[in-house]
């Protein structure tokens, strides 16, 4: 469903998908390389989107200024660097409940 969303919806901006436990980094690729001028998304407590849907989603969406990445156990440095690299405008970042990341990212 957010595949065949963000086609057609070039001009989206905001999506808020938290809590959609099914949800993987397949579908965050995809709508990251629709390259749709997101600059809000929630993905907290999307336990199925790991750091390679995060880094596609930095590598493509470089308007982001928010992303909620809350209760996802498994984000490690790698998507919070990505994050970091290539979003030079995100000026909100939400990465509570987090256990696997250091003073590295």
């Known amino acids: 469903a957010v595949i ?3 086609t057609p919806c070039a001009k989206l901006t905001t999506i808020e998908l938290g809590d959609c436990y099914n ?9 990251a390389k629709t390259r749709v001028a997101l600059t809000t998304i929630n993905l907290g407590n999307c336990a199925n989107v790991t750091d390679a849907g995060v880094i596609a989603l930095a590598e493509h969406c470089a308007n982001l200024t928010t992303i909620h990445l809350s209760e996802r156990t498994d984000l490690t440095d790698a998507g919070v660097i990505a994050l970091a690299e290539h979003c030079a405008k995100l000026t909100t970042i939400n990465l509570s409940e987090h256990t696997n990341l250091t003073d590295a990212a």
């Open 4 to 6: 065949a969303l963000a």
């Open 23 to 31: 949800l993987t980094d397949a579908a965050m690729i995809a709508l």
